[in-house]
């Protein structure tokens, strides 16, 4: 899996990717994911994970020291990551470090892709997932992917 996020550190920063699992440091800072910097100040990183698992994770501004600057500000990053062979999964997500304003790109070969996040709206109102591919409606909402409501502020779909 390749993780992108866009972050402006201070010079000697270092963004990780800590998570709930070993692949991801068991939240363990010290032995996160550390990222790559790219031009645009994107960081990214690759990391394998086994199909069907559910992850949560945050990114982690570290200096080169070790020491924690900061954590991703707000709940969890949830993703439940597609069942099926190890050689058929291919995702890419792409995060921002604000959450109010996160997009999650999530490509998969093959593989159906669950989606579920919490975020509460206004009463009426409705979650839905749009992206670049003809199953993700082509960035026309119209023909996206609507998510489910469940108890907790929870929106669920693939």
Known sequence: MQF???YRTDFGQEVYLVGNCSALGNWDVMQGVRLTWNTGHIWEGSVELPAGMHIQYKY???NNDGS???WQEGANVSL???GGPADALALDVEDS???SKQVK???ATGTPVRFNIRFKVEFGQSLLVVGSCAVLGNWNVDNSVRLNWQEGHIW???
């Open 80 to 82: 439940e990551l597609p």
């Open 97 to 99: 470090w604000n959450k």
């Open 105 to 107: 790109r999530i490509l």
């Open 60 to 62: 982690v501004v570290r």
């Open 156 to 158: 669920e779909g693939s």
């Open 68 to 70: 924690v600057v900061r």
């Open 4 to 6: 992108h996020v866009r």
